[in-house]
């Protein structure tokens, strides 16, 4: 391969050339950057869900609930605001921090550490998704439905269901993805071609789930 | 150690055993390409005898007695919903897309096959879904194309009850579908080009095809998005998009949604979903036109950046069709003003689409007919276009048939004359048959004239006030009697339209058959899938070696040269010129 065909502009190069004369506008591997953009894609999805909301929030002809008094836990006779979903933050931010490692020890292909951190983030998200359930199950036997609620607005129900729901269906593949990929890493499937690109690229949606949650978490639990 | 794209590195090409793994569960993008083409233009042609089935009722109402009005309204959703997704972006991308990406950026296959093999199944699921409303109680959805609500799940809609479900879930999996086929054109496109195959060197349908499928990505989520919060509105009673709504005396148990809120999410995608459509097309007749020319595309530079900054521009456009729903009219003053911005890069290709025939050494194929063609039919809804823009103009026009007339010669009859220029083109390189020439001659004529003879007079009407979705229209005072027989005349043009596609459908099925054996390059093409070593091409494209491009796609009539074209795969020394020409120039660095 000569030079001149790689290259083929002898002027000024611009960044938007060099950018285009490689074959490959990104060094990454490819599935890499199909995650990046199927993130990308999905981060439409969740801001039309949420653009949904404050406009369905706007519309509602009832009050919209308090979120202060809505997820309120009492706990040992006291009633905590809010002490729910700030543990389930907490656990998914966590659970990021746990996959960042996860994602380090791939580098080192340290398969054991691999897998571990990867099981551990694993049980982080299991345990949101059983915490939501939880969360949900406290709403309904106090009245709450898509359709209908008790505290106002029946919008409120609806859109916290579906959202929460649709965030929590992207947490639970979430578990289930880590869980194969860890077992594959365990077993040493990835050490035939000594590739392992499947980490970072599980690592990518995980902390992309992550920060969706930090959205829902704002504009659902703090607005 | 020196960083080795992957496209160079020795990876295993699964090759097919079996008939199953070869022509049924393949992962070759060719054969899903075929796949994704037959299945479009099946449910392409019950989308067209639907059509036909309205413009008779329309012609002459009160003679059928098998089309009520409930019939109607589920044959113009079905005809609009099949026509711009089932038949149009399927075909476009899926079919297309497959076939021509790999093929023209030099890769052997797309990035991940096995993804677009399923790509192809999800989307034969959703068709068979949508096909399936049909054999439902109550039928398939007539909310109309845009199914909008409240409407579109109350009783009193046909297809109410099991139809429009069908509908919402048919195109939850068509998203579904799509999306794993466009993370394979993108990534394939940015990831996987061969040597030389700088992005500014891409033939323009790939470039169409390309930022076609970004658009999807980011319009087909807010599909799915209304279409998930239709379904819990329809299944479970939320309130989304509904409103406090009494029927018959009776409170409907709705409350508090927003009916607009749908409209904006629907046109989100709605109009990005108009040039999802019409990029591809921008850029297959743009590779059509000048290789029939024998020119270099006028302005290639100019021509990437308009597809470019259509594509930005078209996510900012989409209110224009929610002129009449009512909104802050600074608001109609920002849609209106992006909408005509849309209109400069838009007359720019069509500047630089005449340009490049200017002078060209044409040759009146049956694809350049088309492509030809599609430059009236496209100017011509183009200007419509303009119209319909601005809110004053649009306020009176809205729901007429001037609306019908507008969309059907923009999306309607200029992407499917693309379609007809493209399969013509391509056909020789899919199946190695040449198609018969006089068919498709007759074909185009009959086309050509016949579309504008359905359409034109729409317009009139449109002007006369008759409204579209309209299954008759009664004696209404304002609609002449000329009118009525304006539109007995359209039908038996639509009628006339409808049945010469058989042509096409007869010749396509004879020249497979028995047409002649296709040379591997026969329209002396530059670009690279007609350099395979196979015609058709064979598993892996390209035999050992990948190839080498050395220029942009669009090297012809190359002063001196011995043939009047230079393939992008020929090495300049190895370019054949005529004697005393000198050494041959490589004109594309010219067009930096
Ligand atoms: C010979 C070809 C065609 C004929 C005769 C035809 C005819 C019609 C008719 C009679 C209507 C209903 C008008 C009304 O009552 O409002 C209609 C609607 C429509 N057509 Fe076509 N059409 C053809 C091709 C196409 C194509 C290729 C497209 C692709 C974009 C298309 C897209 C639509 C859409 C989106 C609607 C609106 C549906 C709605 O109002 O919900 N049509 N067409
Ligand atoms: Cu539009």
Redesign the pocket.
């Known amino acids: 391969m000569s030079e001149q065909t790689m290259n083929p502009s002898g002027h000024l190069h611009t960044v938007a050339q060099d950018w285009a004369d490689e074959k490959q506008a990104f060094h990454v591997p490819w599935g890499k950057l199909m995650m990046w953009i199927f993130l990308i894609s999905d981060t439409f999805i969740f801001s039309c869900f949420l653009i949904g909301y404050m406009n369905v929030r706007m519309s509602a002809t009832e009050p919209w609930p308090y979120a202060s008094e809505v997820f309120a836990l009492t706990l040992f006779g006291n009633n905590i605001p809010l002490i729910l979903i700030a543990i389930m933050t907490f656990i998914l931010i966590t659970s990021s921090g746990t996959m960042a490692l996860a994602v380090r020890y791939a580098h080192f292909r340290d398969r054991k550490k691999i897998a571990l951190f990867m099981f551990i983030t694993a049980a982080f998200g299991a345990s949101f998704v059983g915490m939501q359930a939880f969360e949900w199950t406290k709403l309904i036997s106090e009245g709450v439905r898509p359709w209908a609620n008790p505290f106002g607005a029946p919008q409120f129900g609806s859109i916290f269901f579906m959202v929460t729901g649709f965030h929590g269906l992207h947490v639970s593949i979430g578990v289930i993805y880590l869980s194969i990929v860890a077992s594959k890493v365990l077993k040493g499937d990835y050490d035939k071609k000594n590739n392992y690109d499947i980490v970072e690229i599980t690592g990518l949606y995980w902390h992309f789930v992550d920060l969706v949650w930090v959205f829902i978490f704002a504009f659902f639990y703090l607005w | 150690m020196a960083y080795i794209p992957i496209a160079d590195q020795p990876s295993e090409l699964h090759d097919p055993h079996s008939f199953i793994t070869k022509y049924v569960w393949s992962q070759d993008h060719k054969v899903i390409a075929i796949q994704y083409a037959c299945t479009a233009i099946f449910v392409g042609l019950i989308a ?1 005898v639907l ?1 036909g089935m ?2 008779l009722q ?1 012609g002459y109402p009160d003679t059928f007695s098998f089309i009520d009005p409930s019939n109607y309204y589920q044959f ?2 079905m ?2 919903m099949i ?2 997704i089932y038949l ?1 972006t399927a075909l476009f991308l899926g079919g297309f897309g497959n076939y021509l990406i790999p093929l023209q950026i030099g890769a052997r296959d797309m990035v991940f096959p096995y993804l677009n093999m399923l790509s192809y199944w999800f989307y034969l699921l959703s068709v068979l879904i949508l096909l399936a409303s049909f054999f439902v109680v109550g039928g398939p959805t007539g909310a ?3 199914l909008y609500p409240p409407q579109a799940i109350l009783r009193g809609t046909p297809g109410a009850d099991m139809g429009i479900v069908l509908m919402l879930v048919s195109l939850a999996v068509f998203i579904v579908a799509f999306t794993m086929g466009g993370l394979n054109y993108v990534t394939t496109v940015l990831q996987a080009r061969t040597h030389g195959m700088t992005l500014m060197r891409m033939p323009l349908s790939v470039w169409g095809i390309f930022v076609a499928t970004i658009l999807g990505l980011f319009a087909f989520p807010a599909l799915f998005v209304s279409a998930v919060m239709m379904a819990f509105d329809k299944l479970i009673g939320t309130s989304f998009f509904m409103p406090a709504i009494q029927s018959l005396g009776q409170d409907l148990g709705y409350a508090g949604g927003s009916p607009i809120l749908f409209q904006h999410l629907f046109w989100f995608f709605g109009h990005p979903e108009v040039y999802i459509v019409a990029l591809p097309a921008f850029g297959l007749v743009s590779d059509v036109l000048s290789t029939h020319a024998r020119k270099n595309i006028f302005g290639y530079r100019m021509m990437v950046w308009a597809i470019v900054i259509i594509g930005a521009l078209s996510f900012i456009v989409w209110a224009h069709h929610m002129y009449v729903s009512g909104m802050n009219p600074y608001f109609g003053f920002f849609f209106a003003f992006t909408t005509l911005i849309i209109a400069v890069p838009t007359a720019i290709k069509v500047y630089n689409w005449v340009l490049t025939l200017w002078q060209g050494n044409i040759r009146l194929t049956v694809p350049m007919l088309f492509a030809m063609g599609f430059i009236f039919t496209f100017i011509h809804g183009g200007l419509t276009g303009i119209f319909l823009g601005n809110v004053t103009v649009d306020l009176p026009l809205s729901d007429t048939y001037f609306v ?1 007339a507008h ?2 010669m923009v ?3 200029s992407p ?1 004359m693309v379609l007809f220029a493209a399969i013509y083109h391509w056909f020789p390189k899919i199946s190695g048959k040449m198609f018969n020439v006089t068919l498709g001659k007759i074909h185009f004529w009959a086309t050509f004239l016949g579309t504008y003879a ?1 359409y034109l007079p729409m317009h009139y009407l449109g002007f006369l006030g008759v409204p ?3 299954y008759a229209l009664g004696n209404t005072d304002f609609i002449p009697d000329s009118a009525m027989a304006l539109n007995a005349n359209i039908t038996q043009a ?1 009628i006339f ?2 049945i010469m596609q058989l042509v096409f459908i007869i010749n396509i099925i004879w020249s497979l058959k028995s047409g002649p054996k296709a040379e591997s390059n026969p329209w002396d093409a530059t670009s690279l899938e007609w350099q395979t070593p196979d015609t058709p091409p064979v598993h892996g494209n390209w035999g050992p070696k990948l190839p080498v491009v050395y220029r942009w796609a669009y090297e012809y009539a190359v002063p001196g040269v011995k043939d009047d074209f230079v393939p992008q795969s020929v090495p300049p020394e190895e370019v054949e010129m005529e004697e005393g020409a000198g050494k041959y120039v490589d004109r594309s660095e010219e067009h930096h």
């Open positions: 067209l059509s309205m413009r329309l113009v959703t005809h609009g026509m711009v149009l109309g194309w845009t019908v969309f059907h999306m309607g009859v499917i359905i579209r979705r309209y639509a339209v409808g």
